[in-house]
């Protein structure tokens, strides 16, 4: 690690490589993929190792009515820095995505620890929900700490066994009725330290993202009706095929988000065909589109793109077309005097960084609604994530905690 | 129905509406559809159901070794004129696809047990398989009458349940170890009536079908295999997607296909992709392909050009493709002598017809390899197959298995 200059904070690389390898065991499956979800045997597992953790750093620990679990370095003000990511994990997911946010934080804060007490009280924490891999519940953790969960979550959402969320508290042994304690009003800042899913740092060789903004995500399910029919009985002019009409959509609408160029993404990542036999012309084609842009009014724009292509499509081949908006969110500006502090850490520790949008949705986005708040972006190895390829050096994630460190030592102490 | 000639033999239309509606209502779902797999209770009520009404047709009933259902009407001559089709049915099938073929055949020989003893011996036979809707058995009712039952299938195929066939064949009754006794080597005939499963004879309003050639058929399953990535953080220009790759060889091949024109028909009905997560970009799209043309050579230069789109798609998409041929049948032309037979019994019939080629695969393209044979169509209401939807009128069921009977009439008196 290349020093910077004299107020450059250096976390342990040894501590940090060893919180990322035993925390990466934690879920860990035979294809080496991470699946940990909230409130499961796994994820209480990584709740109960991070308190001890937290413990052997100096800092008090506490988990709150929804499993949280912060690492706290009291200051002469009560008002805290808050800095940290999410614990649980998608399907067979990497080892980084949260965790690396949870455990550089760790290390950041035990780092800081030997500085004696700050002015503002620093506060490490593993949010215990980000990825909606298990209840239908998105940034639960974040959420609760806003005071944002419906009284009614707990006994309405059940995950894909038909466990109620409320049940699945208690099996944690947390209760459900105490979720408003979890409520936060006493934060000033929060940082976040994240992979950053995509390849643009490796591409570029550079060492740090200032995130500026998370995009608007747009989630549709598309669904086209069509006719089924025997394969070999009904001439080609003459049918509706579903999925053929859903394949030609799903071409157009990628054509479309191509042609207006980066940032813009869209995928169609989900599918279902039915009957989904060979001998049978599909009479049902459905699939979900994940749609992606910084700004707001460029991503609605795409949106009325896709559904014209949707509806001019659908006419074409003869077949029902329905959109359902899943899913919608704005996006959300990082702050700006935030992202000044971290760009001086970055330079401090001799980081070379640039800014940029971040691809992925992260608990910072809702955050930031509230508190000021910002990202730090390490380089992810050929820019791979959720799945357990993700990789990011070990020199790259000390780098990225040392940076977070440095920067939250400007902030509180 | 049209009296057309004195020589035109008339079946019962209330025995066989009968037939049609009670051998419709086993196996029936609360959506109205038939499934009916080999060997399981729905089927052993067929048979059973079978075996009565042939009894009261008096006819002689026997059940084969595989559970082949006969009704014998003696004749003079031991040689055998057959006819049938099979009792099966795909999951959530129709009430006729097969069952007309059945009962249509045991009203024929009902209608003509009155007529003296016949020269030949006439036999209907309900088949026991042809759907592979349980077991990859394809044709497994034919292929014992033609002794192409390979030793080891029933110790090796198994349901997706995991049965055996050995053990689901003892659990309808069935001995395993006697499957060569279900061979025939008596066979002068065999017509098999069925419904188009297409709408060229409703579309055109023609009373019947004479089936000319049964289509070579080639299904293959087309792998695509791309790279997973997060959907946010990857920009469109930088993505291996397996889907995106997918979609457009579906279109280019259905495209190649349409530009053939009649009779060539290609369906990619089957989808598979992976992971099947909204915001992940597929790293594996699968899909079945289903091509079909009359003419061997006209199939196999369609396929060739499907190989080439496979090829080109994947070199543009950046990704690895990888084509298996799965199941590759030969057309199987019709008997001409007995074409012209079932033409003249139309005829005699009052009932127009025309010469086309089947759609779909039958048993009857097996047996052509081994005994001369032919199909009659009878209209299907809009085409429909293999749904619950499917239909024909009574009186074009009665209709075609009238033209049967006189047909059977002409060749066994």
Not at 18 to 33: A, F, K, T, V
Not at 104 to 115: F, I, N, Q, R, T
Not at 153 to 163: I, N, S
Not at 336 to 348: G, M
């Amino acid at each position: 690690m290349t020093n910077g200059s004299a107020d450059a904070v250096h976390v342990d690389e040894r501590l940090l490589g060893r919180y990322i390898e035993e925390l990466g065991r934690i879920g860990e499956s035979p294809d080496g993929g991470m699946s940990r979800f909230l409130y499961d045997r796994a994820w209480q597992q990584a709740r109960d190792t991070l308190v001890g953790w937290i413990r052997e750093a100096g800092l008090e620990p506490r988990v709150d009515a929804v499993g949280n679990v912060f690492g706290r370095l009291p200051g002469a003000s009560d008002r805290v820095v808050l800095t940290g990511s999410h614990v649980d994990t998608v399907p067979s997911g990497g080892k980084y995505d949260g965790a690396l946010g949870v455990v550089g934080g760790l290390a950041a804060l035990a780092a800081l620890a030997g500085s004696g007490t700050p002015a503002r009280t620093l506060e490490v924490v593993a949010l215990c929900e980000e990825e909606s891999s298990r209840f239908p519940a998105n940034f639960f953790g974040t959420r609760a700490m806003l005071g944002l969960i419906g009284p009614d979550e707990p006994q309405r959402l059940r995950d894909p066994d038909g466990v109620l969320l409320a049940d699945a508290m208690r099996e944690a042994g947390l209760d459900p009725a105490a979720i408003g304690t979890a409520e936060r009003h006493d934060l000033d800042a929060f940082l976040e330290l994240h992979i950053e899913q995509g390849r643009v740092l490796a591409d570029e060789g550079v060492d740090i993202g200032l995130v500026e903004v998370i995009p608007s995500i747009a989630w549709e399910t598309i669904t086209v009706r069509g006719r089924q029919d025997h394969a070999g009985a009904t001439p080609m002019d003459l049918r509706q095929d579903a999925l053929q009409a859903a394949a030609q959509m799903a071409r157009e609408i990628t054509g479309l988000v191509e042609q207006e160029g980066r940032p813009a993404v869209a995928t169609t990542g989900r599918w279902t065909v039915e009957p989904g036999l060979p001998s049978i012309v599909p009479g049902l084609a459905r699939f979900s589109l994940d749609l992606r842009h910084p700004d707001l009014a460029v991503r609605d724009r795409l949106l009325a793109g896709v559904h014209r292509i949707c509806t001019d499509v659908a006419q074409r081949h003869g077949v029902q077309v329905d959109v359902t908006r899943e899913k919608d969110e704005e996006p959300a500006a990082m702050d700006r005097q935030l992202l000044d502090v971290c760009r001086q850490a970055a330079e401090a520790c001799g980081a070379s960084w640039k800014e940029m949008p971040s691809g992925a949705g992260h608990d910072s986005q809702l955050m930031a609604t509230r508190v000021p708040t910002a990202m730090v972006f390490v380089p992810s190895v050929a820019g791979r994530s959720h799945t357990p390829a993700e990789y990011t050096e070990l020199a790259d994630c000390v780098r990225g905690a040392s940076v977070l460190a440095t920067a939250l030592h400007r902030l509180a102490f």
